[in-house]
């Protein structure tokens, strides 16, 4: 059964930084591209970054140049720096699809962010 256990949220100022982590069990990580998504209130869920099995990194123009994705064998994370209020959101990883909007299995519980003064 595949687990996504997403953690490292929480409320920080305009301009500061989190690390975000996403635990996975349940299916071999190192042979699937990852993505963390996002949704804000009112607005779908989409995938903001990404990275294959080869290490190749791909970012929402959003969110491109201040978040960085990275993997090692068990986990999935997200590196977040100067953080706007437009960043609140709700963040998910999972396995990426076809669509920036659908993930490849059922989703975790995700890690709430807050960017406020």
């Known amino acids: 059964q595949v687990q996504l256990v997403e953690s490292g949220g929480g409320l920080v100022q305009p301009g500061g930084s989190l690390r975000l982590s996403c635990a996975t069990s349940?299916?071999?990580?190192?042979?699937?591209?990852m993505g963390w998504y996002r949704q804000a209130p009112g607005n779908e869920r989409e995938l903001v970054a990404s990275?294959?099995?080869?290490?190749t990194r791909n970012y929402a123009d959003s969110v491109r140049g201040r978040f960085t994705i990275s993997r090692d064998n068990g986990s999935v994370y997200l590196q977040m720096n100067s953080l706007k209020p437009e960043d609140t959101a709700v963040y998910y990883c999972?396995?990426?699809?076809?669509?920036?909007?659908?993930?490849?299995?059922?989703w975790g519980q995700g890690t709430q962010v807050t960017v406020s003064s």
């Open positions: 349940g299916f071999i990580l190192s042979i699937n591209d």
């Open positions: 990275i294959t099995t080869g290490g």
């Open positions: 999972n396995g990426i699809t076809a669509s920036a909007y659908i993930g490849r299995w059922a």
